[in-house]
């Protein structure tokens, strides 16, 4: 399963951003799906996942009620809406395919490449 993460830039306090990730592949709409990021000098970190059906979600508790994790199998894409977002939101996003729906990086087996969110006044 290849990955392409895409829909970072730059985004003032309070603002939205909407990232996409276009998987291709080997069957990618039967994967879970995680968002992960990783700020400067830190360890990358959890942000929201999603199961292969998108019948369960899961979430960091930092982005809880601004982030919301979706996907189109269709299109197999899998889609991170990111609103009211903060400074400490700046990071390099991270898109991820695993077999389960779970907060562990090490359990995801592909990963794409990341796009840069800045947040800034």
């Known amino acids: 399963v290849q990955l392409q993460a895409s829909g970072g830039g730059l985004v003032q306090p309070g603002g939205s951003l909407r990232l996409s990730c276009a998987a291709s592949?080997?069957?990618?709409?039967?994967?879970?799906m995680g968002w992960f990021r990783q700020a400067p000098g830190k360890e990358r970190e959890f942000v929201a996942a999603?199961?292969?059906?998108?019948?369960?979600?899961n979430y960091a508790d930092s982005v809880k009620g601004r982030f919301t994790i979706s996907r189109d199998n269709a299109k197999n894409t899998v889609y991170l809406q990111m609103n009211n977002l903060k400074f400490p939101d700046t990071a390099v996003y991270y898109c991820a395919a695993g077999q389960l729906t779970t907060s562990v990086a090490q359990r995801y087996d592909y990963w794409g490449q990341g796009t840069l969110v800045t947040v800034s006044s």
């Open positions: 999603i199961r292969w059906s998108g019948s369960n979600t």
């Open positions: 592949g080997r069957t990618p709409s039967r994967y879970a």
